[in-house]
């Protein structure tokens, strides 16, 4: 069984930045998307960055401009570069990884708090 593994998480003055990291122990056959969701208390999940198959991202309006998501499909490895965080970034992150499977990792806690 394929898990995903979430590093990175933590706390953070707004303005601040963060890197989070996210990794496969092992091969995710078809691997098509990987990417990360966020979630608050309340709150349904919501996708903050996607990288799909031949480098096509996508952002939510909140976070265009300010994060920057990257990965490499053949290690089933994508990364979330968050700079100029604000207090509503924060929450749960997820990493997800979709090929033939769906795969979540457990999250990691973002906290933006002065």
């Known amino acids: 069984q394929v898990q995903l593994v979430e590093s990175g998480g933590g706390v953070v003055q707004p303005g601040g930045s963060l890197r989070l990291s996210c990794g496969s122990s092992?091969?995710?056959?078809?691997?098509?998307?990987m990417g990360w969701w966020r979630q608050t208390p309340g709150k349904e999940r919501e996708l903050v960055a996607l990288?799909?198959?031949?480098?096509?991202?996508e952002y939510s309006d909140s976070v265009r401009g300010r994060f920057t998501v990257s990965g490499d499909f053949p290690t089933s490895t994508v990364h979330l570069e968050m700079h100029n965080l604000k207090p509503e970034d924060t929450g749960t992150y997820y990493c997800?990884?979709?090929?033939?499977?769906?795969?979540w990792g457990q999250g990691t806690q973002v906290t933006v708090s002065s």
């Open positions: 990288i799909r198959s031949g480098d096509r991202l």
């Open positions: 092992g091969s995710i056959y078809g691997l098509a998307t």
């Open positions: 997800r990884q979709r090929g033939l499977r769906e795969y």
